[in-house]
């Protein structure tokens, strides 16, 4: 199980600048094309405007 997880993360791992408009933000974000890729988790920005997703790895930042 944890070899499917890994060689997820290692293709589906992206940065991305979230704009303040869209928050608040989920991941995947609305436009993703594989929407259902994993459940929708929202993410909550630290001090510095960044989040990083706990299920799949992918990270924003905020513009």
């Not at 290692?10 to 303040?20: A, R």
């Amino acid at each position: 199980m944890s070899e499917i997880v890994d060689d997820f993360q290692k293709k589906h791992v992206s940065f991305s600048t979230v704009e303040q408009k869209d928050l608040p933000f989920h991941c995947p974000p609305k436009d993703a094309q594989k929407w259902n890729m994993h459940p929708k988790v929202f993410l909550k920005f630290d001090s510095t405007g960044k989040a990083a997703c706990p299920y799949c790895g992918a990270s924003y930042e905020l513009a």
